[in-house]
């Protein structure tokens, strides 16, 4: 008898073989789905904070040079979405307002389309009580970052913009969600 030369892999091997990488594939898929989720929202609540230290320091520079800082400086909710991060954000005339929006543009501009939207609200006395940011301008469709008291859970972090913080017990679902 002679001995064949045929040398290669059978269906059997063949099909074991993408069956085992269909099996890993449905595993690893949502797990990498996952980390981009809570890399987003990373991302978002390490923005918030960037607006948050940002505008308390400028804040503070303008306090020691005299400038008055209240609440007015604000940049609150408009018709339930974010105010867009954009050059000359806020204006550019001298009032604290627009010193503090401009100090925002100038932290966030080298994300250029993806500087995002924020909302941050001043106390009376100066300092800032909350910053939130969103890469979109109704984050309900994508991922709300917070500071102070930020969500920790990506698939709760789909809440529009508020006047008001949301706090740790806020970010769970409503129910029924």
Sequence with gaps: ??????KG?????????IAIIGILAAILVPTMMNYVKK????TANSNAKLVFTTVNNE????????????????????SSKGNKIKENFGGTDDTAKAK?????????KDNGDGAGY???VLGDDGNVTFAQWSDVENPTGGV????????????NANKPFADTAYTKDSWAPAAGD
């Design 1 to 6: 008898m002679k001995k064949s030369n045929r």
């Design 9 to 17: 892999f059978t269906l059997v091997e063949l099909v074991v073989v």
């Design 39 to 42: 890399s987003k929202l990373k």
């Design 59 to 78: 804040a503070a520079d303008m306090l020691v040079e005299g400038t008055s800082v209240t609440s007015d400086a604000s940049m609150k909710v408009t």
């Design 100 to 108: 503090l929006a401009s100090a925002v543009w100038n932290a966030l």
């Design 118 to 120: 924020c909302v941050y």
């Design 144 to 155: 709300l970052g917070q500071y102070p008291n930020p969500c920790s859970k990506p698939d």
